[in-house]
């Protein structure tokens, strides 16, 4: 990552970083759920939740609870622990949520 981008990432709000990690998380469901070849109609079918739910999350505008991002990487055929382990690699080195 450039330095730059390093500074910038450094001095923005925990809303921004939200905003941000949810930006990521929407990115590798949709990539996830395309490599399966799957309609998000019939994904959020699978798993039981909305249509406009599944399509938020990927459009990131929606921080989703834990326990639906579970539901989503049972259907996306992955493990939660390797969801989040490639959402940490994305990340830039020295990332936090919260300010500091």
């Known amino acids: 990552m450039q330095e730059y981008e390093q ?3 450094k001095n923005i709000s925990e809303k921004e970083n939200r905003k941000y990690l949810c930006g990521l998380l929407s990115r590798l469901v949709k990539k996830y759920r395309e490599d399966n070849n799957k309609s998000i109609s019939l994904i959020s079918n699978e798993v039981e939740l909305s249509k406009s739910t599944w399509a938020d ?3 990131g505008s929606k921080d989703p ?3 639906t991002l579970w ?3 049972e259907a996306l055929g992955i493990k939660m622990s390797e969801l989040m382990m490639h959402i940490e690699k994305e990340l830039p080195e ?3 949520l919260t300010d500091e």
Do not use: C
Request: charged share 25%; proline share 0%.
């Open 65 to 67: 609870q834990f326990t």
């Open 7 to 9: 500074k910038y990432l």
């Open 71 to 73: 539901r989503m990487s």
């Open 57 to 59: 999350l990927e459009k």
């Open 94 to 96: 020295n990332w936090h």
